[in-house]
């Protein structure tokens, strides 16, 4: 059986996330972490702050100070709910939907350069297994901390 550890190495290192910074764009370099925010910002209908912590598995704090930088950065908002004031908005600025979306298609435009390498048959056979792995690891009891 091959080294399950090695293919998620190389698989790590070849997806750029060991990366400081995903992607460039406008001259505005993006972590891996801002470009998942500014995703789960964009893909939910005025999300709180605690809803896309919990979505990414970022402790709230540490997700405070992310916020926060974009906030900085001119790309999000954040907005006291209407609702509840405990808790608050997130929305992407103009700039931060350009952003998002200009990450949207960098990203597609990789991936689908990645699977030009593959048959039909080879790539739905790597989604289905995403899939697979993906439901996998959240029934697990372990995920997404390694075992120490």
Do not use: W
Request: contains cysteine; glycine residues 4%; charged residues 20%.
């Amino acid at each position: 059986m091959e080294n399950k550890r090695e293919l998620f190495q190389v698989l790590t290192r070849r997806f750029g996330l060991l990366n400081k910074n995903c992607c460039a764009i406008g001259g505005i370099d993006i972590s891996a972490v801002h470009s998942h925010i500014l995703y789960e910002i964009d893909k939910h209908h005025e999300p709180t702050m605690q809803q896309i912590a919990e979505l990414l598995a970022i402790d709230v704090t540490t997700f405070s100070r992310q916020i926060q930088t974009l906030i900085k950065m001119g790309l999000v908002t954040k907005s006291p709910s209407l609702d509840d004031k405990r808790y608050y908005i997130l929305s992407l600025t103009t700039q931060g939907k350009f952003m998002a979306t200009a990450i949207e298609t960098s990203m597609n435009n990789y991936l689908d350069e990645i699977f030009s390498h593959m048959n039909e048959f080879e790539q739905e056979t790597v989604l289905r297994s995403i899939k697979v792995l993906n439901n996998a690891m959240a029934k697990s009891s372990v995920c997404c901390t390694p075992i120490i």
